[in-house]
Every structure is written in structure tokens, then in C-alpha cells.
């Protein structure tokens, strides 16, 4: 099975501030035929299904604010929101649906 | 907007069984891939099962490999989730997704619906 690891677990960020959080899979999951990396990013705020954010890592889901962006490198991905807002308040998980689907341990974001 | 209706959680002792049905509204059923993702406090998020728009390609975590069986009626936009041989590590709030539409392979989980609680005790 392919393992996400999420780091940092928590973090806190001042309002208006940059929060970034890294993702690393256990494996490759590029797929050679489309070059693109099958790796997602969600938001779960409290009482709420997860909503996704971003695909093929670096491509924003319709209707996601641009201050949310994804980035790669091999098989380490990075979410990073740009300017946090109140509302961005959340856990925030990496998906990989290369192989099965696999999620990362999530990472608590929390205004400072 | 796609919806999406979870039912058929409640509480099963150990080694019973529960169907659960997922009711999706508002797309063209037939053409969106399925999953059931499952959520605990203590593990997270796990992907359970998915199923192909067609219903001809299943696939399932190995920990439910076995026990549990997805399947689907796109005559009544339904998916069901049958879960046999339940155990308490099965214990879990279960969410059907549908899949992104994308121009190669399956996509990720876009829409969900709200959950249904299944407790194994």
C-alpha cells in the first residue's frame, strides 16, 4: 500500500499570514501515460464531509479560492494557503488515487 | 449540485451484517465512479470500496476484502454498501463519494455526501 505522510500534524498561523503543509507518498504516484501526479488535497472543517481543494496536485478544484495552491516535487507535494482566512480553519488532507486511495494522517490548521 | 444520501447505519453486534444505500440526486448517475470512504477519530480517513460508473470494476481495501460488497442501481441512482462479518475496527462514520470526471483514469472523490454512522458493538 502506498503511505501519505503529512507534515506538520498542527500548526497555527496568524490571519492574512501563509500556511504551508507537505504531503510525501511512499511511492511514485505519476502516471507515466498522462505525466500527471494522482494526488489530491481536502479541506474537512468541523462537522463536514471533506471537500476537495485540489487534483492532479497542482490543479485547483472549481470554485476554490487562488489563495490555495498545490505544488510537486517527485513524491513530495506541498498545499500552501497564501493568505489564511478565518474561514480556512480546518484539517487538511493529502489523498493519493494512483493505487486504491490512501490518505495522510491529516494536519490541524488553526489561527495563532 | 450533486447530492448524495447516506442510509442504513445503526448499531450490529460483532460478526452481524448492515447494508448501507447512498442515494445520489442532481447528475447523471450512471456515468460518475463511486466510493465509500470511511472516517474514525483515531485513523482518519480510509477509502473502503469503489465502483466504475457501469458497475463492471469493484475494488476494495484490503480490510474490508472479502466482507463487505459494493454494487449499484443506476436505474435508481443508488449504491449500496453491503458489510458483512462486521468487527469493531469497522466501527466508522461511511460517506459515499462520486468521482471526478477527468480526462484520464479515475479521478479523485469530489462530491460527498453527509455520512452514516455505523457502530460494531
Known amino acids: 500500500d502506498i503511505v501519505m505522510t503529512q507534515s506538520p500534524d498542527s500548526l497555527a498561523v496568524s490571519l492574512g499570514e501563509r500556511a504551508t503543509i507537505n504531503c510525501k507518498s511512499s511511492?511514485?504516484?505519476?502516471?507515466?501515460?498522462?505525466?500527471?501526479?494522482?494526488l489530491a488535497w481536502y479541506q474537512q472543517k468541523s462537522g463536514q464531509p471533506p471537500k476537495l481543494l485540489i487534483y492532479?496536485?497542482?490543479i485547483r478544484e472549481s470554485g476554490v479560492p487562488d489563495r490555495f495552491s498545490g505544488s510537486e516535487s517527485g513524491t513530495d507535494f506541498t498545499l500552501t494557503i497564501s493568505s489564511l482566512q478565518a474561514e480556512d480553519v480546518a484539517v487538511y488532507y493529502c489523498?493519493?488515487?494512483?493505487?486504491?486511495?490512501?490518505f495522510g494522517q491529516g494536519t490541524k490548521v488553526e489561527i495563532k | 449540485e450533486v447530492r448524495l444520501q447516506e442510509s442504513g447505519g445503526g448499531l450490529v453486534q460483532p460478526g452481524g451484517s448492515l447494508r448501507l444505500s447512498c442515494a445520489a440526486s442532481?447528475?447523471?448517475?450512471?456515468?460518475?465512479?463511486m466510493s465509500w470512504v470511511r472516517q474514525t477519530p483515531g485513523k482518519g480517513l480510509e477509502w473502503v470500496s469503489f465502483i466504475s460508473g457501469s458497475g463492471g470494476n469493484t475494488y476494495y481495501a484490503d480490510s474490508v476484502k472479502g466482507r463487505f460488497t459494493i454494487s449499484r442501481d443506476n436505474s435508481k441512482n443508488t449504491v449500496f454498501l453491503q458489510m458483512n462479518s462486521l468487527r469493531a475496527e469497522d466501527t466508522a462514520l461511511y460517506y459515499c463519494a462520486a468521482l471526478k470526471i477527468t480526462s484520464g483514469g479515475y479521478g479523485p472523490e469530489s462530491d460527498w455526501g453527509q455520512g452514516t454512522l455505523v457502530t460494531v458493538s
Open positions: 492532479w496536485a497542482s
Open positions: 511511492q511514485s504516484v505519476l502516471y507515466s501515460f498522462n505525466n500527471k501526479n494522482f
Open positions: 489523498q493519493q488515487y494512483y493505487s486504491g486511495r490512501t
Open positions: 442532481r447528475f447523471t448517475f450512471s456515468t460518475y465512479d
